[in-house]
């Protein structure tokens, strides 16, 4: 059972403007989420995370968006720039659910194509 | 601040064999945790360490295992390769009062 799900592979937007990123998740004891950037051959990069507690976070062109009664979250990159190409994964941690409980369950990633 | 370093960073390995891979957390890190990234399954956790106790588990048969030493850095072992075993292993680490996990580059394993 897939707890995180990017539904879409792939995502295609020209350079300069919006690239939405969207990530739905099953599991209510989520209360974490993070998203990260990953080129082929190497590690994830951390770009934006958000508690639970919040709706909104904003960190330069990055902005991460929840909807807990949805159980959804996007990313928004604005404006969109060809570096930005990249595979990107949504993962989620449970981290209040009592353990110390830090381990990321992530979706599948949306590949990013931003077109010059 | 150096990153989270894993070593090696490629490697090729027959089936049946063992393979050991190393990784450093960032200085001040005391949480390792270990995921494993396939084709077909996407990024998957493994386990965790924090001040050399195994914290957490995924779910992996128990050819897989690992370990922290005093300095937090961390080894993860594989016994008994099976082709299926080819990915991409990777280290993260966590700062005691952070929430966010910082990757490192990863290993890649080979197994034929």
């Known amino acids: 059972d897939q707890q995180v799900k990017q539904n879409s592979p792939s995502l295609s937007v020209q350079e300069g403007r919006i690239s939405i990123l969207n990530c739905d998740y099953t599991n209510s004891m989520f209360d974490y989420f993070l998203w990260y950037k990953k080129y082929p051959a190497e590690g994830p990069t951390f770009l934006i995370s958000i508690s639970s507690i919040k709706d909104k976070n904003e960190d330069g062109r990055f902005t991460v968006f929840l909807n807990k009664s949805a159980k959804h979250l996007s990313l928004h990159i604005v404006p969109s720039q060809p570096g930005d190409s990249a595979v990107y994964f949504c993962?989620?941690?449970?981290?209040?659910?009592?353990?110390?409980?830090?381990?990321?369950?992530f979706g599948k990633g949306t590949l990013l194509t931003v077109n010059p | 601040k150096a990153g989270v370093t894993q070593t090696p960073r490629y490697l090729i390995k027959t089936r049946g064999q063992q393979v050991t891979l190393s990784c450093s957390p960032i200085?001040?890190?005391?949480?390792v945790s270990w995921y494993q990234q396939t084709p077909g399954q996407g990024l998957q956790f493994l386990f965790e360490y924090f001040s050399e106790t195994q914290r957490n588990k995924g779910n992996f048969p128990g050819r897989f295992s690992g370990r922290q030493f005093s300095n937090s850095r961390s080894e993860m072992n594989v016994s008994t390769l099976e082709l299926g075993d080819s990915a991409l292993y990777l280290c993260a680490s966590r700062g005691d009062s952070g929430n966010t996990i910082y990757f490192g580059e990863g290993s890649w394993l080979t197994v034929v």
């Open positions: 200085s001040g890190h005391r949480s």
């Open positions: 993962a989620a941690s449970a981290q209040r659910s009592g353990g110390s409980n830090y381990k990321l369950t």
